[in-house]
């Protein structure tokens, strides 16, 4: 099936969609529009009499010497044909009661009739519907003026014959014309017709556009090297579950954009993403892995292999499920919290009769560690509970549970009455659309960008990007890193609610972080 494939190779196969698309168009040219069709074509119109106006001299015929009302005459070859594809019957033709007689009628403009013959018929019964005298049942040709009427003429596929007509007047600079109407079909001018009409002409015209397309498109179905800005390969992308979803609209992004490279995400945390970026390093036998880790604040821990690239500021929020309907809550009403001293929601103003439940994320979360760090201002008590609703031992008075993403934060505090958990921002207000969670302020400021480039509100961390060394410039972890400084990546980043750090207006605020 080896020619199969080559016939359904793009190329070739582009090749025969602009061959079919140019014999449909002449399909239609012929068939569509004219399944009935008459044709007509003038095979000579010269003058016999030197008497024309136009100053050319022409040798006056003998039999013209004693006949001075034949000064200026002309003769005229007609050619009338059924060159559709059926036959023509004579109640094919549309006519008028009082011309019920005339099919068609051929007229030469600025001349008059003087004689018709009928010549070359395709078959002899053809003169026997066109008569030179005829009768009140059949008037044969009628010649009045500048016209002659035809008689209509049965023809089948194919038939045709000719109208020698002898004409005077100085007309000669318009040419006949045969008019009439038949049913589904029509009557056209072939002459016309000798080169391809507009639509033909417009179909071979996209022929050969689709000829060229072809030659740059079996270009680009080769392998050919990456556009600039681009690298091949697989990059795996670890780390900030906060950060996550802009890594994967970030990696789609760059796969559309750069044919050939394919950008895995895994978010495992800030902590678990270095571990995972190192390890991975270690095992490298190049001594640089295609890998890429997203912490939420600094995670290299001292080792001078994990090189850090600012990214962002990412902005986080307190949330609390929609039966805790305080609007505000103060940075010493969580520090209460979550040290276990407040138990019920009762023991702060306005708050309902339900027990708190603490909603955390695991030592290795970078979103934590920002969280003791710029919130709390030190740890979180120890876990006490696996389901997030009731301590495992008696002795513990406050319920607190860890997870590892932040989106598993945000399910458990949707359905978990009397819950409380933070989390990023832009995932969080997610949340809060569907109504399930609430976001409250913290001392009256609203979680935003705005809020963190003005450095009024606390809760937020510089998002860094790790390599495991200083990646080499055409590696595709060294694009993408560009890529995510570039525009697209600046989009992405504040699509998600995220201060990019490459936007000149944001690096004093970056750096000050």
């Not at 072809?214 to 270009?219: D, E, R, Y």
């Not at 590892?404 to 945000?410: G, R």
């Not at 921002?425 to 480039?453: F, H, N, Q, W, Y």
Request: hydrophobic content about 35%.
């Amino acid at each position: 099936m080896e020619w199969l494939e080559q016939l359904l190779a793009p190329e070739n196969l582009l090749a025969l969609l602009g061959v079919v698309v140019t014999l449909g168009g002449l399909s239609y040219e012929r068939l569509i529009p004219g399944r009935k069709r008459i044709g007509f074509r003038v095979q000579m119109d010269t003058l016999i009499d030197d008497s024309a106006e136009d100053g050319q001299l022409h040798q006056r015929l003998g039999m013209l010497e004693n006949t001075p009302d034949l000064a200026g005459a002309s003769l005229v070859l007609l050619r009338i044909e059924n060159d559709g594809f059926r036959s023509i019957d004579a109640d094919d033709y549309i006519t008028a009661p009082a011309t019920n007689h005339r099919g068609l009628t051929a007229t030469f403009p600025n001349r008059t009739v003087r004689d018709v013959a009928v010549t070359e018929p395709s078959h002899p019964d053809l003169l026997r519907h066109l008569p030179q005298r005829g009768t009140p049942e059949n008037p044969g040709l009628v010649c009045a003026g500048n016209e002659i009427s035809l008689p209509r003429v049965p023809l089948n596929k194919g038939d045709h014959f000719k109208l020698l007509v002898l004409l005077t007047g100085a007309g000669t600079d318009k040419p006949p014309h045969v008019g009439g109407r038949i049913k589904e079909g029509r009557i056209r001018n072939n002459e016309k017709f000798r080169r391809p009409s507009n639509r033909v002409l417009g179909l071979i015209g996209s022929l050969l556009a689709l000829l060229l397309f072809q030659s740059f498109s079996s270009q680009l179905w080769q392998d050919d090297p990456p556009p600039r800005g681009c690298a091949a390969g697989t990059l795996t992308v670890v780390g900030s579950t906060a950060f996550s979803p802009v890594a994967r609209d970030l990696g789609k992004a760059y796969e559309s954009d750069c044919r050939g490279a394919t950008v895995e995400v895994r978010a495992e945390g800030s902590g678990r993403g270095t571990g995972t970026l190192r390890e991975a390093g270690e095992a490298a036998k190049s001594g640089f892995p295609s890998y890429l880790a997203f912490s939420d604040g600094p995670d290299g821990e001292g080792d001078a292999r994990l090189k850090e690239h600012l990214v962002a500021l990412s902005v986080f929020t307190m949330v609390v499920n929609k039966d805790v309907p305080l609007p505000d809550l103060s940075l010493r009403d969580l520090r209460e919290l979550y040290a276990g001293r407040i138990t019920n929601w009762k023991q702060l103003p306005g708050g309902p009769d339900i027990p708190v439940r603490l909603v955390s994320r695991d030592a290795k979360s970078g979103t934590r560690g920002v969280f003791e760090d710029r919130v709390l201002g030190g740890n979180e008590i120890s876990r006490t509970s696996d389901n997030c609703r009731t301590p495992n031992f008696a002795k513990d008075t406050a319920v607190r549970c860890e997870l590892d993403s932040t989106q598993e934060v945000l399910k458990t505090v949707a359905r978990t009455p009397g819950a409380i958990g933070y989390a990023e921002l832009r995932s969080a207000e997610e949340g809060a659309a569907g109504g399930d969670v609430r976001l409250p302020r913290l001392d009256g400021r609203v979680a935003s960008i705005e809020t963190v480039r003005t450095r009024t509100y606390p809760f937020w961390e510089p998002e860094y990007a790790y390599t495991y060394t200083r990646p080499p410039a055409n590696s595709l972890t060294s694009k993408f890193l560009d890529y995510l400084a570039g525009d697209t990546g600046r989009n992405v980043i504040e699509k998600h609610g995220h201060l990019p750090c490459s936007v000149p207006e944001n690096q004093r605020a970056c750096q000050a972080g």
